[in-house]
């Protein structure tokens, strides 16, 4: 497939997603890198042909950023299987994290799904909230906020079925993360139950 565009048209970007992940592992082909020379990047003279390429779909993943192209790119990726390019990383978790967990645990990357999982449970809990794409934390004078817990089952699911140590230390993890996010849940509901008492006495003496 050519990755020449068309017009304002990216190219097919799971066909430049493969393209740019042959020639991170065949860096010293100077075929693979060709088709580069087809297409304007707009680099540094100093980048070699790999960051050129990388560079390149990232251009055009951004030009239009919607989530059918980022998971066209992420699951190439994934099912290559290469390293997940933090700028794509990014785009995903902000755009829709429990899809991109979910994308990880189809794939078996579940090094990565923990780790989404762990940073979603703490984005709901206050740290990092833009990151996720959350417009708030859990807290009792703000709107709810909900996480996938399906999502988070299905990754603690796979991991249990495993029998090595790395697996277990990931399960261990993420068990532990949604135990205290539970907590927090609880003292959230709490102090939000107490409030909304408080006002319902406030209204009932104005009256």
């Not at 297409?39 to 042909?49: H, I, K, L, R």
């Not at 951004?62 to 990014?90: C, G, I, R, T």
């Not at 996938?148 to 399960?171: E, H, M, N, T």
């Not at 959230?188 to 009256?207: C, F």
Request: with cysteine; glycine share 4%.
């Amino acid at each position: 497939v050519s990755t020449q565009s068309t017009g304002n048209l990216p190219a097919p970007l799971a066909s430049l997603t493969a393209r740019c992940i042959t020639l991170a592992k065949q860096p010293s082909q100077s075929n693979c890198s060709d088709w580069l020379s087809y297409n304007e990047v707009n680099s540094t003279d100093e980048m070699g042909a790999v960051e050129r390429a990388w560079l390149y779909l990232q251009q055009q993943v951004e030009k239009q950023p919607s989530w059918d192209n980022l998971k066209q790119v992420l699951s190439q990726v994934l099912s290559a299987p290469y390293p997940v390019p933090f700028w794509l990383l990014k785009l995903c978790k902000r755009e829709d994290a429990a899809a991109t967990i979910h994308i990880c645990t189809q794939y078996s990357n579940l090094e990565l799904a923990v780790q989404l999982s762990i940073g979603l449970i703490g984005a709901v809990s206050g740290r990092e909230t833009a990151d996720y794409g959350l417009f708030n934390s859990l807290q009792s004078n703000q709107p709810p906020v909900y996480l996938p817990y399906s999502v988070f089952d299905q990754v603690l699911f796979q991991l249990k079925g495993k029998q090595d140590r790395a697996s277990r230390d990931l399960y261990q993890e993420l068990v532990a993360e949604t135990t205290s996010h539970f907590e927090l849940l609880s003292r959230v509901t709490q102090d939000y139950e107490l409030l909304h008492s408080n006002k319902l006495s406030s209204v009932a003496m104005a009256t």
